[in-house]
């Protein structure tokens, strides 16, 4: 069994910044890539960045130049560095990742169970 867990959501003014993190632990052989999105209110989720195993990172317009995304493979982790903070950036954030629990064995993806963000003055 393999879990993901966000953690580093909040409140925060506009301009601010926060940091997420998101842990997976059980059963993991391996990760490849390992991302971050987001689903505000009555929307559907969008991606926000994603970082594969050798450390290509890819973002969505919105996060270009205010979020980076970065990965400690040793610890199984992903973090997502936010500057510059919007309104429009309140949503939950969800971190996932394409996980091997067994050697030779399929890459499934999981998902974590969300850390709120609410940017307001």
């Known amino acids: 069994q393999v879990q993901l867990v966000e953690s580093g959501g909040g409140l925060v003014q506009p301009g601010g910044s926060l940091r997420l993190s998101c842990a997976a632990s059980?059963?993991?052989?391996?990760?490849?890539?390992m991302g971050w999105s987001r689903q505000a209110p009555g929307k559907e989720r969008d991606l926000v960045a994603v970082?594969?195993?050798?450390?290509?990172?890819n973002y969505a317009d919105s996060a270009k130049g205010r979020f980076t995304i970065s990965r400690d493979s040793a610890k199984n982790s992903v973090y997502l560095q936010m500057n510059s903070l919007e309104p429009e950036d309140t949503a939950v954030y969800y971190c996932?990742?394409?996980?091997?629990?067994?050697?030779?064995?399929?890459?499934?993806?999981?998902w974590g169970q969300g850390t709120q963000v609410a940017v307001s003055s």
């Open positions: 970082i594969t195993s050798d450390g290509t990172t």
């Open positions: 996932n990742a394409i996980i091997r629990t067994k050697r030779f064995g399929p890459q499934s993806n999981y």
């Open positions: 059980g059963t993991i052989v391996s990760i490849s890539s």
